[in-house]
């Protein structure tokens, strides 16, 4: 007798290295998000005075944090699984960073523009450390969002046959609306 094997389901292809990095850097970040967050429903005070520096509500700043843990934790999970939403929501993820820090290195430009002299004294850092800071991120933000969409990747999670210019702009479109209504509840 001879066994019948099925051809047709492919393999699983071996996790790539970089994406098991990813995702224990995902499931420690939601784990310290989590922590920020239970902190910070027992701290209101210090939520509201860091809140207004970033010129959010302390609601804002709160859904804000919840919703960075539960992607990480979720996208930790589905990365070391290698099902297609976690690729969706750790590529988001990083697209999202993306827009967060330029964002962040705008709202510092606003912040520190018309500054005197004695003020930026009087700051433990310039504005150039944040400008710094925010843009690395950028870059490394954008790298990493540029490898979810290599072949590998995309193998790996079982989406050779992505359309990836409609999913890069679904994803930024997500992310400019995010953007908008973050800005119009920080603005409440």
């Known amino acids: 007798m001879s066994e019948i094997v ?7 292809i071996k996790r790539p290295a970089l994406l098991s990095v990813l995702s224990i850097l995902h499931f420690f970040g939601g784990i310290a998000m ?43 999970v589905g990365m070391r699984m290698g099902l297609k939403w976690a690729w969706y929501l750790s590529s988001f993820y990083y697209i999202y960073g993306v827009f967060r820090n330029a964002f962040a290195v705008f709202n510092i430009w606003l912040l520190y523009d018309g500054a005197s002299a004695e003020e930026l004294a009087s700051l433990s850092r310039s504005p150039s450390y944040y400008y710094t800071k925010h843009s690395v991120r950028v870059v490394i933000h954008l790298l990493i969002f540029m490898y979810f969409y290599r072949q590998r990747t995309l193998e790996y999670f079982g989406l050779t046959a992505l359309k990836k210019k409609k ?6 479109a997500i992310c400019v609306f995010i953007v908008i209504v973050f800005s119009l509840l920080g603005a409440v």
């Not at 099925?6 to 699983?12: F, G, I, L, Q, V």
């Open 6 to 12: 099925d051809k047709s389901t492919p393999e699983k």
């Open 34 to 76: 989590l922590v920020i967050f239970f902190l910070a429903l027992s701290m209101p005070e210090e939520v509201a005075k860091v809140a207004q520096q970033m010129g959010l509500s302390s609601f804002v700043l709160i859904v804000a944090i919840v919703f960075l843990a539960v992607m990480l934790l979720a996208s930790a």
């Open 167 to 172: 999913t890069v702009a679904v994803q930024i």
